[in-house]
């Protein structure tokens, strides 16, 4: 017993510490890119796509479901954080909890009934896919095709309408580093062990007495909470609002990036999100202007060259490499 | 076990430590950076000083009076890659063409002792988000005096943003209205905004219905309810209110499988003329769907330069199009020099007619040599400087006579307002005849007169 105590304390001081060095990491990023505006705002855009890949991770990785509703949990969060912001001038300090509160309450709504009549696997990802497609619908209704731009106020800090990126790349980055946080604390908790159990086999979690479609809720709530919180930031960087932020492909390229990365694996599904995302925008950037479309082609080809080689996804590469330090 | 619940209590606080560790760093990061940008924020205000602003790459020498430029960079942002690449790709070539005619055939800029212009491309992708990336890499990179783009109006609303932090003159191409009402000042837009389009397709009825003794009791607006298709329609409905007629207006999305309800509507509303906004597909679909219902009002007007008019609706639809119109931000038939020359370069270049992205892309990049010219006239000792850019784009012009920028331009008059937009903006109508499109107003082509009212309206006999 005391050897395996201390072998979890070592786990998580393991973790810890590559945690406290991912923070010391990130905060430096910034520095060393000479805060030129257009690598801190790439580097924003990056920590964006991890922010929500690391949050999919819990619905996706750990729960096993293929929810391709990122966007829609996101979007939400930052629709109603702009609008507050846009037309009652309220904070999004304050404004982004009431985005992702509302982004769980949907979650709720849409998860209890599809978990309660058994919903999963393809049938799920369908589900979800509609749901962007759904809240789209909805706020096109509300505001139709006009576009909202969040204009420029002073006090910079309570409105975090920046010139620079800066503060909103250190906001995303903090984020990042709380969502991996939550992650690892639910991977460690009585919720993890039951979520893998479902992961791994549904029925038989079931069979054992795990209550699945709360657990399951339990991960999809948490998911919309974060991914609400990650929009809500989101939106005071770009400051442009319309029915587009609902993007059914931001939602598919989320999940991609996840299972790229390694199902249930929080280093490696950040880790392709920032491969992913710099690679996307340093081939546009480079080639994009040139021979239009032919980064997409790139980009496709990688993606297909990870699949066939590294079926099991990115973590694999961070475990061999792990392995390698330690044997040293 | 109460060492593990130690253990995570440790975890909770070394955890909050590395947060408050970014936080910090973030704070000093962010101080610190705000002190080489004090400029920007100064610039900012309306006080400016010479010293302020920002050297651009192209002319290191530019302190030195008199200044010796030898090349401006020009950038030009535009969706080069996915669902809107067809306007980016043809504004690409025309803007290609423009600064190879202004470089080798019109000898530079003269009053800059002919200075070439160097055009800088950035791909605007799909999403603002893209667009901000391209507008940063290029300002980073390139730093160019004046950007152009771009088409998309979320994603202009995005360059704009940093142009206007950056003091980059913008020359928008995306024709939304509120682009123009959002207080920057360094943007101009010579093409007409999108309510234009819905005016002058109701201006252009009421004329011909005036000339033909004709009157317009009632009118329906259809439009297709895309940001764009909303503001023409709002465009059309103003000036109906104002010549007081009638009107019924109706939204429909862009991708209708079924246009029976609408024209069941309109059937029962039954107006004098039709002003419709569509897209592509749905303009073919309410076009057919009118002709077998067999609604046969005065006249049937597109505004919008979507649809109805282009040789891929005609083909669509065949014989259902004829006599429709549509407006265009631009008019290649327009019959001045230096747009017949123009269109003739474009087509031998690129073996295509130009259209709407490359007719904006045009004039819009003649308006930016004369206005270069103007610059160096009144400032010689900085006219880089965004503010002299700017005295210069508002103190232009421009008329047939004085610059190839309004020949190229459907009303042969640019005059920026202080809001950017041009005073004298317009649209050139091209109309359907025996399944080709003409060109009917404000200039007809030769030997074209315009078909009004449509020869099936049951009134048209007597």
Redesign the interface.
């Known amino acids: 017993m005391p050897g395996t105590?201390s072998k979890?304390?070592a786990l998580?001081?393991e973790r810890?510490y590559s945690?406290?060095g991912l923070?010391?990491v990130?905060?430096?990023v910034?520095?060393f890119l000479g805060?030129?505006?257009?690598?801190v705002?790439?580097a924003t855009?990056v920590m964006l796509a991890a922010s929500l890949v690391a949050a999919w991770n819990i619905i996706g990785g750990y729960a096993g479901q293929l929810d391709l509703a990122a966007s829609a949990y996101m979007a939400l969060g930052a629709v109603i954080t702009g609008h507050l912001l846009a037309s009652f001038g309220l904070t999004p300090w304050i404004g982004m909890f009431i985005g992702a509160a509302v982004a769980v309450g949907v979650a709720v709504l849409v998860g209890y009934p599809t978990f309660r009549f058994g919903i999963k696997e393809v049938w799920y990802a369908l589900l979800t896919s509609a749901l962007v497609v759904i809240m789209m619908r909805i706020y096109y209704l509300i505001y139709?095709?006009?576009?909202t731009?969040i204009?420029h106020m002073e006090p910079e800090w309570l409105y975090l309408t920046f010139?620079?990126y800066?503060?909103y790349y250190?906001m995303l980055?903090?984020m990042l580093?709380?969502i991996i946080?939550v992650n690892l604390k639910i991977k460690d908790s009585k919720l993890g062990y039951y979520l893998a159990a479902i992961r791994e086999d549904e029925l038989a979690a079931e069979a054992l007495g795990i209550d699945v479609r709360r657990y399951k809720l339990y991960a999809l709530m948490i998911y919309a909470a974060l991914a609400g919180l990650v929009g809500g930031i989101y939106i005071t960087l770009?400051?442009?609002l319309?029915f587009?932020l609902f993007?059914p492909w931001l939602g598919i390229v989320t999940a991609v990036m996840g299972i790229v990365g390694g199902l249930g694996s929080i280093g490696g599904a950040v880790l392709a999100a920032v491969i992913l995302r710099s690679l996307e925008?340093y081939l546009?950037?480079a080639i994009?202007?040139t021979y239009?479309?032919s980064?997409?082609l790139v980009y496709g080809l990688i993606l297909i060259l990870v699949g066939v080689l590294k079926p099991e996804g990115l973590a694999s590469l961070l475990d061999y490499l792990k392995k390698k330090i330690i044997r040293r | 076990m109460s060492?593990?619940t130690e253990?995570?209590t440790k975890?909770t606080a070394?955890?909050i430590?590395?947060?408050v560790?970014?936080?910090i760093?973030?704070g000093a990061?962010?101080y610190?950076?705000?002190k080489?940008?004090q400029t920007?924020?100064v610039t900012?205000t309306q006080t400016v000083t010479q010293t302020a602003s920002p050297t651009t790459t192209t002319s290191p020498t530019q302190t030195v009076t008199p200044p010796k430029i030898k090349e401006i960079k020009i950038g030009l942002i535009e969706p080069?890659?996915g669902a809107h690449?067809v306007f980016g790709?043809e504004a690409k070539q025309a803007a290609e063409l423009i600064i190879d005619v202004i470089n080798n055939e019109l000898g530079g800029i003269k009053n800059l002792g002919g200075a070439k212009l160097k055009l800088v491309?950035?791909?605007a992708?799909e999403?603002?988000?893209?667009a901000?990336?391209?507008a940063?890499?290029l300002?980073?990179?390139e730093h160019p005096p004046i950007i152009l783009g771009a088409y998309i109006?979320?994603m202009t609303?995005?360059v704009a943003?940093?142009t206007e932090?950056e003091k980059i003159i913008l020359v928008m191409d995306g024709l939304?209205d509120?682009l123009t009402e959002?207080?920057w000042k360094y943007v101009f837009r010579a093409a007409p905004k999108a309510s234009a389009h819905g005016k002058s397709a109701v201006d252009f009825v009421v004329e011909m219905a005036k000339k033909k003794n004709l009157t317009i009791k009632k009118a329906a607006v259809i439009h297709e309810?895309?940001?764009f298709?909303?503001y023409v329609a709002q465009g059309a409905i103003k000036e109906l209110v104002k010549y007081g007629i009638d009107y019924m207006a109706e939204a429909y999305p862009y991708d209708i499988s079924d246009a029976t309800p609408i024209v069941s509507k309109l059937m029962d509303y039954n107006p004098d003329v039709v002003i419709s906004v569509p897209y592509f597909h749905d303009g073919v679909l309410i076009a057919k769907t009118i002709k077998e219902m067999g609604f046969h009002p005065m006249f049937i007007a597109g505004a919008g330069a979507c649809g109805y008019t282009d040789p891929d609706s005609i083909k669509a639809a065949g014989e259902a199009v004829e006599w429709y119109t549509n407006t265009y931000s631009y008019n290649p038939a327009r019959p001045t020099e230096w747009n017949k020359k123009i269109v003739k370069m474009f087509e031998e270049r690129y073996g295509k007619l130009p259209t709407e992205a490359a007719g904006i892309i045009f004039y819009s990049l003649m308006v930016v040599k004369e206005a270069l010219e103007k610059a160096a006239e009144l400032h010689p000792e900085d006219p880089l400087n965004p503010d002299n850019l700017r005295e210069a784009f508002l103190s232009l012009d421009l008329t047939d006579n004085n610059s190839i920028a309004a020949q190229l331009y459907p009303t042969g008059h640019i005059k920026f307002a202080p809001n950017g937009d041009n005073i004298y903006a317009g649209t050139a109508i091209l109309q359907v005849i025996n399944g080709e499109p003409h060109v009917v107003w404000p200039d007809p082509e030769p030997g074209i007169q315009p078909v009004f009212p449509r020869p099936d309206w049951p009134g048209a006999k007597g």
């Open positions: 105590l979890k304390l998580t001081k810890l945690l406290v923070a010391i990130l905060a430096l910034p520095v805060f030129n505006f257009y690598y705002l790439l855009n139709g095709s006009f576009e731009y204009p010139r620079r800066e503060v250190y980055a903090t580093v709380i946080w770009t400051g442009i319309s587009r993007d925008e546009r950037g994009g202007a239009p479309g980064h997409l | 060492l593990l253990a995570q975890t070394i955890i430590v590395a947060i560790i970014i936080a760093i973030a990061a962010y610190l950076s705000q080489p940008a920007v924020t900012q080069l890659t690449a790709q491309v950035a791909d992708g999403t603002p988000e893209q901000k990336l391209a940063e890499k300002v980073a990179q109006s979320r609303a995005a943003e940093v932090r939304v509120s959002q207080g309810d895309s940001i298709g909303t």
